[in-house]
């Protein structure tokens, strides 16, 4: 296929998603990020993650926690600016939409394509690549013997039984509104519903290769930065056996 006219998503404006619903979405960030109770949250469901996956793949070696929320546990507010700055700037690219949101269409009718094909060339002031940069998710790495695409299928089915939850690359829609009611209720005082599990799968030979090379003090070596949150493998790992 040729490159997409840069007025590609025009063609999915009567179909997308309301501009004043994805603005309101984008104002709960940072207030959801801010909260007390969002870090708390977001160790709960990845340990719940983690445990489902124990309890439903056997075939893995070690399941690691990592990204947020264990990079805020030492900060007293765990609150990070930068969330500010970058929330600030993707509810920008938002507000200079002319027409409803194309892109939730778009994805629907072009599921896990390639985003390069659709995305690059178009241009919306608010891509799906943004939406996908700022959906709060929960980090997992798996480390298995073999990775194959069976096996990743497999993965993909296991979070689907349990929560319902289609790939963001798939049914963009439902994650906003999935993950707005869950900001929603944390700002209410009342934490409910899922934070999506976003899962790293690696084979234990490029993990054990990856912790030869921060042991060596390098980091761009281990080429995945999941790697930088190991601090917290031994915590995470200790509640996941109780």
């Avoid at 998710?137 to 349990?162: A, G, M």
């Avoid at 993990?207 to 031994?234: H, R, S």
């Amino acid at each position: 296929m040729s490159a997409v006219p840069p007025t590609w998503y025009a063609q999915y404006n009567h179909k997308g998603f309301a501009k004043d619903k994805l603005l309101h979405y984008l104002s709960l960030l940072p207030a959801y990020f801010k909260h007390p109770a969002t870090s708390e949250f977001a160790l709960a469901q990845s340990i719940h993650w983690g445990n489902l996956l124990a309890q439903n793949f056997t075939g893995y070696e070690l399941i690691i926690g990592s990204g947020y929320p264990y990079y805020v546990l030492d900060i007293p507010h765990k609150h990070i600016p930068e969330y500010d700055r970058f929330f600030g700037e993707m509810y920008a690219k938002a507000q200079n939409l002319q027409h409803n949101w194309a892109c939730p269409a778009c994805v629907r009718e072009h599921p896990r394509g390639n985003f390069d094909e659709y995305c690059a060339p178009c241009q919306s002031p608010f891509k799906a690549l943004d939406m996908f940069y700022s959906l709060p998710d929960i980090d997992l790495l798996l480390v298995l013997d073999d990775v194959s695409e069976p096996v990743l299928e497999e993965i993909e089915q296991i979070v689907f039984n349990i929560s319902g939850f289609e790939k963001p690359d798939t049914d963009l829609e439902t994650a906003v509104k999935n993950l707005q009611y869950t900001m929603e209720t944390i700002l209410e005082n009342n934490p409910a519903g899922f934070l999506r599990p976003d899962i790293f799968v690696l084979t234990k030979a490029t993990y054990i290769q990856a912790y030869e090379q921060l042991a060596q003090g390098n980091l761009l070596g281990t080429n995945t930065d999941l790697i930088a949150f190991a601090q917290y493998l031994g915590s995470f790992c200790h509640q996941l056996s109780d």
